[in-house]
């Protein structure tokens, strides 16, 4: 069965970056790889970035285009990479695999999931 595990959460400050890795173990990367991330005190997830695994198109939260890069590895991962922090974006993100086929890249379906990392941005 495959395993999602992510990794490089932390505490930054305002302005600043991170990079967040998952990586698929018992299998490879699902046909759409994402992130998402649900903010505290908040009990949906919302899409931050999903990427075609082979194909490598990519698909952004129109609010964060320009900030967050989604990108992955030959293998078995995924990253992402976040600039110019803001309190806003603190929360627990998730790394997600999708295998349903579609045309299209959309936050919905995906049907594998991490345990998530905590992102905290503050002073």
């Known amino acids: 069965q495959v395993q999602l595990t992510e990794s490089g959460g932390g505490s930054v400050q305002p302005g600043g970056s991170l990079t967040l890795s998952c990586v698929t173990s018992g299998g490879t990367l699902s046909r759409f790889m994402g992130w998402f991330r649900r903010a505290p005190g908040r009990s949906e997830r919302e899409g931050v970035a999903?990427?075609?695994?082979?194909?490598?198109?990519t698909e952004y939260n129109p609010s964060l285009k320009g900030r967050f890069a989604i990108s992955r590895d030959s293998a078995n991962t995924v990253y992402l990479h976040m600039h110019r922090l803001q309190p806003e974006d603190s929360g627990i993100y998730y790394c997600?695999?999708?295998?349903?086929?579609?045309?299209?890249?959309?936050?919905?379906?995906?049907?594998?999931w991490g345990r998530g990392t905590q992102v905290t941005v503050g002073p």
């Open positions: 997600a695999g999708k295998t349903r086929y579609s045309p299209y890249l959309t936050f919905d379906g995906f049907d594998s």
């Open positions: 999903m990427i075609h695994a082979v194909g490598g198109g």
